[in-house]
């Protein structure tokens, strides 16, 4: 696996191309705007993004996606989740036969509710062996400054898995392999919701205590989904669960740990948005998108209803707070 190519040029996409490059693969970046591949191209940096990252020589940047795709031996999808849709029917026709695809999205689709690789597998027409998640504790300026991490690559090929863990493995960027793909991906979708609620709770003046009751609380949920749906428990003590939701709801870097804190406050959706410079973190959509998935699944997940509620039906965060502590007790579990 020598030659990838990374389709999106955001602060993760560009991030995990370096990644690969600095594992010596040959790496093509890209980026829809015209503008910015070429600056990433002539400067081999990415000034949206990582203006003061400098990216490898043997990572190169396009905005035509048939250069981009050609002779790929992987294609990284690392758009949103809720455009990957749409995107990759654009991309399908060209990809080459029997490419190993690998998402970097950490979501759950509206409407469909489905994962990332069902997404992928039901796009592109390729089988779920074909399809690779990579997820962890993975912030991406703490990797592009190469501070020392580690990830899960997902994927029902073990040696598939071990392939792309061999073109991504640095000396600051350490891969696993899992073979549980849907436990992986809902640990990365469900830790957004859950971030978003860790930021809401320090928007309102909020403790250590709290924080780790809904970290802890969040995990036992997420575990619920996931074993209601197929995936292994124990995958959600481990780097793409407990390691990517204590990362996401512990650091200012985190957009969904952020973006909650400004919903704390008292902003509303939009504001909070224009403070964030215009963008919504993935948990605000993905909460409903998961939220839904578990009444269809007959599963409770009392933290998601609530910022599902926040997010979307004006509820105010020290009622629901108030009401979710005050639920009848029982044992833990």
């Known amino acids: 696996m020598?030659?990838?190519?990374?389709?999106?040029?955001?602060?993760?996409?560009?991030?995990?191309?370096?990644?690969?490059?600095?594992?010596?693969?040959?790496?093509v970046l890209w980026a829809r705007k015209p503008e910015l591949a070429e600056t990433i191209g002539r400067e081999h940096v990415n000034p949206d993004r990582l203006p003061d990252v400098r990216l490898p020589d043997n990572l190169t940047s396009t905005s035509d996606a048939s250069a981009a795709l050609a002779d790929a031996e992987a294609v990284v999808l690392a758009v949103p989740s809720q455009h990957l849709r749409e995107n990759l029917a654009k991309w399908a026709p060209l990809?080459?036969?029997?490419?190993?695809?690998?998402?970097?999205?950490?979501?759950?689709?509206?409407?469909?509710?489905?994962?990332?690789?069902?997404?992928?597998?039901?796009?592109a027409g390729v089988p779920e062996h074909q399809v690779a998640v990579v997820s962890g504790p993975n912030l991406a300026r703490e990797i592009a400054d190469r501070q020392p991490t580690a990830t899960v690559i997902a994927c029902t090929d073990h040696e598939r898995a071990v392939e792309l863990q061999h073109a991504s493995t640095t000396g600051y960027f350490r891969p696993y392999t899992n073979t549980d793909l849907v436990g992986c991906e809902l640990g990365g979708a469900c830790k957004n919701v859950i971030a978003l609620s860790c930021g809401i709770a320090v928007g309102m003046g909020l403790g250590a205590n709290t924080v780790a009751t809904l970290i802890t609380r969040g995990l036992a949920e997420t575990t619920r989904l996931g074993a209601q749906l197929g995936a292994h428990p124990l995958t959600f003590s481990g780097l793409a669960g407990l390691g990517d939701l204590v990362a996401t709801c512990s650091s200012s870097l985190s957009r969904n740990r952020t973006f909650g804190e400004l919903l704390g406050k008292g902003k509303s959706i939009a504001e909070a948005q224009e403070a964030a410079h215009g963008q919504v973190a993935e948990g605000v959509k993905s909460c409903s998108s998961i939220r839904d998935l578990a009444v269809r699944h007959g599963v409770e997940m009392p933290i998601t209803e609530v910022v599902h509620r926040i997010c979307h039906d004006g509820g105010d965060p020290r009622e629901l707070g108030a009401d979710l502590i005050g639920r009848k007790t029982k044992p833990e579990r």
């Open 2 to 27: 020598q030659r990838i190519a990374v389709l999106g040029a955001g602060a993760w996409g560009t991030t995990y191309a370096k990644v690969l490059a600095d594992a010596g693969r040959d790496v």
């Open 95 to 123: 990809l080459p036969a029997g490419v190993t695809l690998v998402s970097l999205a950490k979501g759950v689709e509206l409407h469909t509710l489905k994962r990332m690789s069902e997404v992928i597998t039901e796009v």
